[in-house]
């Protein structure tokens, strides 16, 4: 009966720690918590700010922001100067009426990569 207990005990001990290990590694992943313009958003151009915040920090050298057109061709953003580490900042000009998408890219602190978009649309 001992040894049964024990290996329960040991099966228990491995489940916890790989379920913690899991949620520790996903935890750290970069998840946008806030975007500017903000997803769905109507506003009028012809220059637009963008501001990503993140949970965790993200490495602007390594990080890639991008604009996908009306036309749907794809005009590369330059990450400006980061406020904090958790957020990147870039400016769109010469904006025309038409939906848009900042397509992100970023390099978390825990190493891995996460991609996303946000849309919004340039109005009159």
């Given at each position: 009966m001992p040894?049964?207990?024990?290996?329960i005990a040991a099966a228990c001990f491995?489940?916890?720690?790989?379920?913690l290990i899991y949620v520790q590694a996903a935890a750290a992943h970069a998840v946008l918590l806030?975007?500017?313009p903000a997803a769905s958003a109507s506003l009028k151009g012809p220059d637009v700010?963008?501001?990503?915040?993140?949970n965790v920090r993200v490495e602007a050298g390594r990080s890639r922001l991008?604009?996908?057109?009306?036309?749907?061709?794809?005009?590369p953003l330059t990450i400006g100067e980061q406020p904090s580490p958790d957020i990147l900042t870039a400016q769109a000009a010469g904006l025309t009426p038409g939906e848009y998408?900042?397509?992100?890219?970023v390099l978390a602190s825990d190493g891995h990569i996460t991609r996303g978009e946000v849309p919004f649309t340039?109005?009159?």
């Open positions: 040894d049964k207990n024990r290996t491995l489940s916890i720690f790989t379920l806030e975007a500017t700010a963008i501001r990503l915040r993140y991008s604009l996908l057109l009306p036309d749907k061709s794809v005009k998408r900042v397509r992100w890219q340039v109005v009159p």
